[in-house]
């Protein structure tokens, strides 16, 4: 059972079978990686790819994109005294898509909201007060992907104080980079998780798809659960209701307004997310966890080849929204 980033009710059940022919085997491999967990599953007719190997992918992206390793390259760009940095290729994946995801979200998605996260009292230092309109103000000067420049492997500042956090996406990306090495090791069917942040490819060896449980709002037997099939897809889900801080009275959310240097106030307690791949899930539940519910859905149905499921607050009552295919990926049984 693997629990969701940022939300009690999104639970994660790997529901795995053991092998049912003789041809195949089952493989597992689970560690710790990026803060959090990570369990992989893959059939094969013998062993191929170990821990080890993972371990070492894993500790090559945080030594990239780890904003809490002080020699990543993302920590070298955050210092004060950069202005430019050569990215390695990991990062330039990451850089790619994150502007992609900025055009098209019309700024929601902004990689450099950080200085703003550590102003509302959600980076790693404490938070005593509250930021006055003028601090907001003055903050809102060092956020903004259009202060960024990047062409080929070189990222540049264009503004003093610029800094930049892509862990809205990199575990997604995380999850596709393992599905790959595992894919080019030859393996064809298997599950990837990572925080809450899953892959699968290919299917079990009785021809069933992974099969994986999300729980709905409200719902303490796991019978009411939605069983999600997955086949070649990718499923993450980002929430509010368990990183918040209270600011006069209120809740606040960790997804701060890059526009507006203040916190989200969405409805929108859960988004779920079935993409191709784990950074576009990763990506986008962040973007749509900002939306009116109804703006969300049609997001996500003018989009090609994604699905949502949210969690939502109308009146004091919690509520469901689907996207039009959705419903094709909960299993019938």
Known sequence: M??????????????????????????????????????????????????????????????????????SDISNFNAVETDCIVVDSYLQ???????????????????????LVCLWGFGPEKVINYPDSAKVSETLNSVGMDKLVFSK???????????????????????????????????KDYIVEIGGE???????PNQENF???????????N???????????????????????MYKSQKISH???????YPFTSSILSATVIA??????????????????DEAIRFANSRKKIDIYLIYEENGILKEGFSKGFSKYISPN
């Not at 899953?198 to 079990?204: D, Q």
């Open 2 to 71: 693997i629990r969701l980033k940022g939300f009690s009710w999104a639970i994660v059940c790997l529901f795995i079978t053991q092998n049912a022919f003789a041809q195949q085997s089952q493989f597992q491999i689970n560690g710790f990686a990026q803060g959090t967990t990570y369990a992989i599953t893959y059939y094969s007719s013998k062993e191929i790819v170990i821990k080890k190997e993972i371990d070492s992918l894993l500790v090559d992206i945080d030594q990239s994109m780890s904003i809490y390793k002080r020699n």
């Open 198 to 204: 899953v892959v699968a490819r290919g299917v079990k």
């Open 93 to 115: 994946d990451v850089l790619r898509f994150a502007f992609k995801t900025y055009k098209e979200s019309n700024g929601l998605f902004d990689i450099t909201v950080k200085p």
């Open 276 to 293: 191709n791949t784990g950074m576009e899930a990763d990506a986008l539940d962040n973007v749509l966890i900002a939306m009116h519910p």
């Open 255 to 261: 997804h701060i307004n890059p526009k507006t240097g």
């Open 153 to 187: 492997n070189k990222l540049c500042k264009k503004a003093k104080g610029i800094s930049i956090d892509v862990n809205g996406i990199a575990q997604g990306y995380s999850v596709d980079v393992v599905a790959k090495y595992l894919s080019k090791r030859g393996i």
């Open 211 to 221: 099969r994986i449980a999300v729980q709905r709002p409200g719902q303490e037997n």
């Open 223 to 245: 019978e009411t659960n939605y069983i999600i099939e997955l086949k070649n897809k990718a499923i993450t889900t980002s929430g509010s209701y368990e990183k918040f801080r």
